[in-house]
């Protein structure tokens, strides 16, 4: 069964930085692609970053692109977004989740469980 469990979210002042982690258990890590989303309140979840299998490939939506930066470790399971450069606009609950196939996961909001998320508020 798929675990997913995010952390690292706090409150933050705009211009400033926080570290997400997301650790999976539950399936084989190092065979599935790993995203991060959002939803800010009132709005839809969306994609904000995605990194495939092996780490050579990532994905950035325009909004996070030169300001955030997604990394796994696959032998600890763990996927990674360094947010940096914060706006108040990025204020949102975050998530991770998994895909076996990477451009899906870029494409397509996964409809599988989904972890508790962890809060991320930028202040201005």
């Known amino acids: 069964q798929v675990h997913l469990v995010e952390s690292g979210g706090g409150l933050v002042e705009a211009e400033g930085s926080l570290r997400l982690s997301c650790a999976a258990s539950g399936f084989t890590f190092s065979s599935y692609a790993m995203g991060w989303f959002r939803q800010a309140q009132g709005k839809e979840r969306e994609v904000v970053a995605a990194?495939?299998?092996?780490?050579?490939?990532?994905y950035y939506a325009d909004s996070v692109k030169g300001r955030f930066s997604i990394s796994r470790h696959n032998a600890k399971n763990t996927v990674y977004l360094q947010m940096n450069s914060l706006k108040p606009e990025d204020t949102a609950v975050y998530y991770c989740?998994?895909?076996?196939?990477?451009?899906?996961?870029?494409?397509?909001?996964?409809?599988?469980?989904w972890g508790q998320g962890t809060q991320v508020t930028v202040s201005s």
């Open positions: 990194i495939s299998r092996s780490g050579s490939s990532t």
């Open positions: 989740n998994a895909d076996p196939v990477y451009e899906r996961l870029i494409s397509t909001t996964p409809k599988g469980s």
